[in-house]
T-cell receptor, first 115, second 115 residues
Framework: DGGITQSPKYLFRKEGQNVTLSCEQN?????MYWYRQDPGQGLRLIYY???????QKGDIAEGYSVSREKKESFPLTVTSAQKNPTAFYLC??????????????FGAGSRLTVL | AQSVTQPDIHITVSEGASLELRCNYS??????LFWYVQSPGQGLQLLLK??????LVQGIKGFEAEFKRSQSSFNLRKPSVHWSDAAEYFC?????????????FGAGTRLAVHP
């Protein structure tokens, strides 16, 4: 079955460390997204990518970086510059054009905790 | 500015009772509207979507939602709630901005179901 795989499910980080969250999809979707979820705040867009080797900042990109070297993969790095990285991170994908581009398929998420 | 408001942070209903979750949006044109559901520690699953046409939309798991343009609302309903419906529900609006498709999510409504 097609879907989105995020790993690891849980991740612990010491302050000052960079960590990378993996996101892989086999849906043949062109667009991929990273969202951050905090209790009571809904989802906030970190980065998105509509095509390989191209990505754009979302609303809260500071302290994060991404790459899109393959259509299937969109890893997110949480850098030491992110002041409050403890959160639940969700990767999503969609087709790129038309109304269906708004229909997101989500992964199961990665929970990052800074110790 | 575009926004989505879910006025109820927590709702508790008895199993078998009817359910209505409220969603109001602010948007300058006819929006695309969505309801997603999230079980604890999981990603989001699409319940239903409205693009155009019939304002009463049927979704999965027995849910429906009605788009009321005059009230800028897209409330989610279910006639008889099951214990497995306990989850967090997110309303989202899909505007088109800057050449890419970006969803704006509400803060969510957490549903508890009493036996």
């Amino acid at each position: 079955d097609g879907g989105i795989t995020q790993s690891p499910k849980y991740l612990f980080r010491k302050e000052g460390q960079n960590v990378t969250l993996s996101c892989e999809q086999n849906l043949n979707h062109d667009a991929m997204y990273w969202y951050r979820q905090d209790p009571g705040q809904g989802l906030r867009l970190i980065y998105y990518s509509q095509i390989v080797n191209d990505f754009q900042k979302g609303d809260i990109a500071e302290g994060y970086s991404v790459s899109r070297e393959k259509k299937e993969s969109f890893p997110l790095t949480v850098t030491s510059a992110q002041k409050n990285p403890t959160a639940f991170y969700l990767c999503a994908s969609s087709i790129d054009i038309g109304p269906g581009a708004n229909v997101l398929t989500f992964g199961a998420g990665s929970r990052l905790t800074v110790l | 500015a575009q926004s989505v408001t879910q006025p109820d942070i927590h709702i508790t209903v008895s199993e078998g009772a009817s359910l209505e979750l409220r969603c109001n949006y602010s948007y300058g044109a006819t929006p695309y509207l969505f309801w997603y559901v999230q079980s604890p520690g999981q990603g989001l699953q699409l319940l239903l979507k409205y693009f155009s046409g019939d304002t009463l939309v049927q979704g999965i798991k027995g849910f429906e939602a009605e788009f009321k343009r005059s009230q800028s609302s897209f409330n989610l309903r279910k006639p008889s709630v099951h214990w497995s419906d306990a989850a967090e529900y997110f309303c989202a609006v899909g505007p088109f901005s800057g050449g890419y498709n970006k969803l704006i999510f509400g803060a969510g409504t957490r549903l508890a179901v009493h036996p």
